[in-house]
């Protein structure tokens, strides 16, 4: 395992900026999980560090060594591809032992047996290695892609959604699965994502990157509780923050223009409140119900008590407690 | 539901254009409309497939001679059979049947499937050489047969020009089309000019189909070009080369037109592939029983070893 930098390095395809002046280092055995949405330049920082692209300005450091103008062989990183790229004329077990077999390794047979039959009981895939890699189910498919880059010690194993094709029941399971083996493996880990659970429960730090820009890089809880931005602040927490206007309620910093209320930012009380909202519509969760109510004609969702006795067309009064606040260009604002 | 209903009004707004029509293709079962729609299909190939051939087969156990249709047709077994397979002569015909078959399939694939991975590097211009490449298979095999006779001729033909300019052999000291040794090659150069860029195409095909993430999974694994090539490229598109190759040993098991534009069979039976044999004996030598027999001999061939090719090229698929 090793330390991995990226310097101030941008990718640009044709016209579209995919990544622009982008520096992050990941420290040796850290985790770290890129979060951002579908084009905003995630997947093409991996395949810069991975050296499936070359950068147009900028480097790329592993261990120390600059590697921007390596091939990927020459780069010692495992990658495991959103759409699995498996060999399909291969097994499960050619699938995995195929990068031990590299004459450039010369890992003895023997040895990448047990290898192999180690990472497929740790994937529980250890009935499935002599199938075809195109007789798998998606969820198969995609542990032997991770059981592939399980099987060498690269100095950082690069993930592009990994999880992303799984049911929900199993994707909880290799969540754990996942964080578990790289703390015992102690694995340089940069993982991408747009599921925030995912960033939140693994990652020893989280950046969050948007239209080719790393926004900001921190431990989970830094990002949930110190955005810097808005755009950062509605990447997490689930309901989504609530983005209201500053004017609906008193008492703001001047320079706001802009209140982001997750869920603990609002107390609701039947009366007494800083603002009044009418109930929209309840989900119930079973644990939890998502409320949707109406504030001066902006929708706002959050958490409530199932036990809660409130229905449609009902009206609350909502209490601000510390929330966050943001300027017109999105910017954050001290209270 | 609305929009179910609404579809069964547009049906029925349709019906009173020609409700007896209507009616009576809905009085038909699903099954009867299936048999409406491939009765045509069938009739056609019963008469020009089914009945020639059941007939052919007919006339190989006979001594019927097409050019003596009136003389009484005698039953004679499988006397053609015994003496086909017992002639030299037929013998001779399949080995360069077989010459031919053999090292026209094998350069048009070696030739092809190179062609094809170079032009799947996706070079500057590649669309324009593909286009070139592909010419000689858009030629009629009679052009072909023509133009090459021309390219062959020692005393004015490119070809031997071209070899004499290399080798510094005088070009008309050798003909291509009229020795011995050399006619069955010269046939073997035209037909792999001429089909290599169907092989091309084909393996182009396969080589395409495979995804470039494959390959990206395979840099990253540390795999060399070599290997690339060996362990994903060759296995990846082997269905396809396999199929080019059954295609292509079909087509030059039977091939008559070409080598009989060029060297008609000759010099004296050097190029005589199996269909000019059976040609002569059929239209030559208005031997109509024994030609059937060789041709339901050669039919037999093609197919019995067609199938087990089909079935190898199943396994490969499969894997």
């Not at chain 1, 040895?111 to 189910?137: F, G």
């Not at chain 1, 015992?184 to 747009?194: E, M, Q, R, S, W």
């Not at chain 1, 109406?294 to 909502?318: C, F, M």
């Not at chain 2, 539901?1 to 254009?17: C, E, F, G, K, R």
Request: with cysteine; net charge neutral; proline share 5%.
């Amino acid at each position: 395992m090793a330390k991995v930098e990226i310097r101030a390095v941008s990718k640009a395809f044709n016209k579209t900026q995919a990544v622009s002046n982008l520096s992050l280092t990941i420290g040796d055995g850290e985790f770290v999980a890129l979060l951002g949405p579908t084009g905003a330049g995630k997947t093409t920082t991996l395949r810069l560090i991975a050296g499936l692209e070359m950068p147009d300005s900028g480097s790329v450091r592993i261990d120390e060594r600059d590697v921007t103008g390596d091939a990927p062989a020459d780069r010692d990183v495992a990658f495991v591809f959103q759409q699995y790229s498996l060999y399909p004329h291969l097994t499960v077990f050619e699938n995995m032992a195929f990068s031990l077999r590299a004459p450039i390794r010369r890992v003895p047979e023997a040895e990448i047996r047990i290898k192999v039959q180690e990472v497929a009981r740790l994937l529980h895939i250890e009935t499935k290695l002599d199938n075809k890699a195109t007789q798998l189910s998606g969820g198969q498919m995609q542990r032997v892609a991770i059981g592939r880059a399980l099987v060498r010690s690269p100095s950082i194993y690069l993930m592009d959604e990994p999880l992303s094709s799984l049911d929900a029941k199993l994707r909880g399971e290799m969540r754990l699965e996942l964080k578990r083996i790289q703390t015992d493996l102690g694995a340089t880990i940069l993982y991408v994502t747009h599921d925030q659970t995912e960033a939140m429960t693994m990652a020893s730090r989280i950046g969050v990157i948007e239209s080719g820009r790393l926004m900001q890089i921190g431990t989970p809880r830094e990002i949930y509780e110190n955005p810097i931005n808005a755009h950062v602040a509605a990447r997490l927490g689930q309901p989504a923050i609530n983005l209201l206007p500053a004017a609906l309620f008193a008492g703001v910093p001047p320079a706001a223009a802009t209140v982001g209320a997750r869920t603990e930012h609002l107390t609701i009380a039947r009366g007494g409140g800083d603002v009044s909202a009418t109930v929209t519509r309840i989900e119930h969760l079973g644990d939890q119900s998502y409320l949707h109510l109406d504030i001066g004609g902006r929708p706002v969702v959050t958490l409530s008590d199932p036990e809660a006795s409130l229905g449609a067309g009902d009206t609350v009064s909502l209490r601000l407690n510390k929330p966050l606040f943001f300027d017109a260009a999105g910017g954050r604002v001290a209270a | 539901m609305n929009d179910l209903s609404t579809s069964s009004q547009i049906t029925y707004q349709a019906v009173p254009i020609r409700p007896g029509t209507i009616r009576r293709i809905r009085g038909l079962s699903d099954q009867a409309l299936a048999w409406l729609f491939i009765t045509p299909t069938i009739v056609l190939l019963l008469a020009i497939n089914i009945f020639p051939l059941v007939w052919t087969i007919y006339l190989s156990f006979t001594n019927y001679r097409a050019n003596r249709a009136n003389a009484p047709t005698i039953w004679l077994g499988a006397d053609w059979y015994q003496s086909i397979l017992t002639d030299p002569d037929i013998w001779a015909a399949m080995q360069v049947t077989a010459h031919f078959v053999v090292w026209t399939v094998l350069i048009e694939t070696v030739l092809g499937f190179g062609l094809a991975f170079l032009i799947d590097k996706k070079f500057r211009g590649h669309g324009l050489w593909t286009t070139i490449i592909l010419l000689p298979m858009m030629l009629s095999p009679a052009v072909v047969g023509n133009f090459w006779t021309f390219l062959y001729q020692p005393q004015i033909g490119l070809f031997n020009y071209v070899v004499a300019f290399f080798t510094g052999r005088e070009a008309s000291s050798f003909q291509m089309l009229g020795d011995v040794t050399l006619s069955p090659w010269a046939i073997v150069i035209v037909d792999a000019w001429m089909w290599t860029p169907y092989v091309m195409l084909i393996c182009l095909a396969g080589l395409r189909s495979i995804p470039d993430y494959i390959y990206e999974a395979a840099e990253v694994d540390r795999a060399s070009n070599w290997r690339q090539f060996w362990s994903i490229t060759l296995p990846m598109a082997l269905p396809f080369i396999m199929l080019a190759v059954l295609f292509r040993g079909i087509e030059n098991f039977k091939m008559f037109d070409m080598v009989n534009l060029l060297t008609g069979g000759g010099p004296g039976s050097t190029t005589e592939v199996a269909s000019i044999t059976l040609k002569r004996a059929a239209f030559e030598s208005w031997r109509t029983g024994y030609s059937s027999a060789f041709a339901i001999i050669l039919f037999v061939t093609v197919f019995g070893l067609a199938n087990i090719y089909v079935k190898a090229l199943n396994r490969v698929k499969s894997r």
